[in-house]
């Protein structure tokens, strides 16, 4: 069927025309008008606009072009601004915004010939790890629809792995493209910090923020990551380094790769994931790579460091929903302030409300120096570690996360609980290092994930490695029940 | 360490935000229960650590030209305002 085809396999079909944009365009909007109900993953869906670029992208290849996403649908997470669709980050503050223009990655896709399909349900203001923070409901997995997809791209995971589209956009500020990708069973990629721009991506935490991809394979993913990847002058801090061909380089034998294997995180993990990644990482030695331990002394100090920064770093940027310029505004405010705290209380959800309230304490008078400062020094440790360890490896791997998808509801009442699903991911925001996830095996039924993570701008060995793995595994193959 | 009512409202008058007596007590619980394990770092020694608040070494924010590169947008902006007249944004009267 035409939802399990590769990126590459649907571009084949397209150049050939066995198949025209138009006709997949509609093959997927069927499929979300059927399965998005019992998934609520896909909160706008474009039709109208789907099928204009599916016919632009169809006299383009008309006309000899070829590309590789040229014509291939898409469903963007819902934090990036969309010209004249509504762009909601998940929050009633935002439910009545239109945006007045295109996020860069939005832009660059489109010139590409990706049509974008819809977009994708998230947690608020991407703050969660299950995407049940959203004003729109909970995202169902599609692999038991009891379970949470993970978060914050918990939307465009569940969208991906039910082909209801090729492929999705995501933004990882702590785990959240890499963790649903993991509990979805999908291949996750957050790139470099700076290495996409973050122009008309709403703002979580700057100094963390970096959008990427969620794919079926690590090749969809090189093809896609090409595209979106860049230097853009609209955003201050993306960085001028040239984008590698990274489907090219896909082949890159592994022979003397080294992988180091983080102690850190294997001590105390779940015997069965422990085992699936040690036999994820057989598979890679048998390719060719070799392994050792490596020691992050400073990385389970991640969670706390991260729970301070990315706090603080939101209370800054959400200080811009005031009620007056866009967004949710209360009814009949007696003053200035009460228009600004009833707009904002009523405006944000739980938990986002929580995440202003860390960061304006941990910024706030008399503790600016023990929260703040000291969690940025810390980061420097972390950071430091990493740096320590890429001198002996070129990447370094573990879990994704501590367990499978769990049960909505399990444990959205403790906070605390909910941030350490991220203890394997966070590392890699604060120290702006690009990570990959793959699925390698199930638990229960339930996909699990091996996570790469490479030095700054590695993002093509990461890629390489994981397509090497997905050459000898059919993990990333299987689809949910229901699904196929 | 654990916050009071008074410490929660306090944060929530900076942060601008409106928090009903529902909410209260599950942000002082909560934000407690955060503040402790925050707490964390403070056992770590970071004595000659320089703080560290972007993740690439060596990169700084760009200063571009002071040109003008924008042409007007401000009808198509503020059509997401909830209160807009004639071209300005309407709010409650701050000064009598």
């Known amino acids: 069927m035409l939802h399990n085809l590769s990126i590459g396999e649907l571009a084949d079909r397209l150049a050939e025309k066995r198949v025209s944009s138009v006709e997949l365009t509609r093959h997927f909007l069927a499929r979300i008008e059927r399965l998005n109900p019992g998934l609520n993953a896909v909160i706008t869906v474009t039709a109208e606009r789907a099928l204009a670029s599916a016919a632009a992208a169809d006299a383009r290849i008309a006309a000899g072009e070829r590309g590789r996403l040229l014509g291939i649908p898409l469903i963007h997470k819902d934090i990036f601004c969309t010209d004249g669709v509504r762009t909601s980050c998940g929050s009633r503050m935002l439910d009545n915004f239109i945006a007045p223009y295109d996020a860069t990655v939005v832009t660059r896709l489109e010139r590409a010939g990706a049509v974008m399909l819809g977009k994708a349900n998230m947690d608020e203001f991407a703050m969660g790890s299950s995407n049940e923070t959203s004003y729109y409901g909970p995202v169902r997995n599609p692999w038991d629809t009891s379970k949470v997809p993970g978060g914050s791209s918990g939307g465009s995971a569940a969208a991906s792995a039910a082909r209801l589209a090729a492929y999705s956009t995501g933004t990882d500020t702590g785990g959240s493209i890499r963790q649903p990708a993991a509990l979805t069973g999908l291949t996750g990629v957050k790139p470099t910090y700076g290495r996409v721009s973050r122009y008309g991506m709403i703002a979580f935490a700057s100094s963390l923020d970096q959008a990427g991809v969620l794919c079926r394979s690590a090749a969809d993913a ?6 979106m990847a860049g230097f853009d002058p609209k955003d201050s801090t993306s960085v001028d380094v040239p984008v ?3 489907p090219a380089l896909l082949d890159t034998p592994l022979r003397g790769l080294k992988i180091g294997l983080l102690r850190e995180f294997f001590e105390g993990l779940e015997s069965r994931n422990a085992a699936l990644i040690q036999e994820a990482l057989k598979v890679l030695k048998a390719l060719g790579a ?4 490596v020691s992050l002394p400073h990385l389970p100090l991640s969670v706390p460091t991260y729970y301070v920064v990315a706090p603080a770093e939101c209370s800054s940027n959400l200080s811009r929903y005031d009620g007056v310029r866009f967004g949710y505004r209360c009814e009949a405010p007696k003053d200035l302030m009460d228009l600004y705290k009833r707009s904002r209380g009523e405006g944000f959800g739980a938990e986002v409300k929580r995440r202003i309230m860390t960061g304006t304490y941990v910024l706030s008078a008399g503790y600016f120096d023990a929260y703040y400062l000291k969690a940025q020094k810390v980061r420097r440790l972390i950071t430091d570690d990493f740096r320590a360890a890429f001198d002996q490896v070129d990447l370094v791997a573990g879990p994704t996360t501590p367990t499978p998808a769990f049960a909505i509801g399990a444990k959205i009442d403790d906070p605390v609980t909910m941030y350490l699903n991220d203890i394997y991911t966070i590392g890699a925001n ?5 990570g990959l996830s793959t699925p390698c ?11 790469l993570c490479g030095p700054h701008f590695s993002e093509a060995k990461l890629l390489s490695a994981a397509h090497h793995y997905q050459r000898a595994t059919d993990w990333h193959l299987r689809a949910p029940g229901g699904y196929e | 360490m654990s916050l009071t009512r008074q410490d929660v ?5 900076l942060a601008r935000l409106a928090i009903t007596e ?3 007590p599950v942000y002082v619980t909560s934000l407690s229960s955060i503040v402790n394990f925050v707490d964390e770092l403070s056992s770590i020694d970071t004595g000659n650590v320089v703080p560290m608040a972007h993740p690439l070494d060596g990169q700084h924010q760009r200063l571009r030209p002071d040109t003008v590169s924008e042409s007007d947008h401000h009808e198509k902006y503020q059509a997401n305002a909830p209160r807009v007249q004639a071209g300005l944004y309407v709010v409650p009267r701050v000064i009598e």
């Open chain 1, 222 to 227: 090189a093809e896609v990551l090409k595209v």
């Open chain 1, 290 to 293: 070799e392994t050792l331990e």
């Open chain 1, 430 to 434: 604060l120290a702006g290092l690009p």
């Open chain 2, 22 to 24: 529902r909410e209260m």
């Open chain 2, 9 to 13: 409202e306090k944060i929530a008058h």
């Open chain 1, 441 to 451: 095996g199930f638990v229960d039924g339930l996909p699990l994930g091996l996570q």
């Open chain 1, 244 to 246: 590698p061909d990274y």
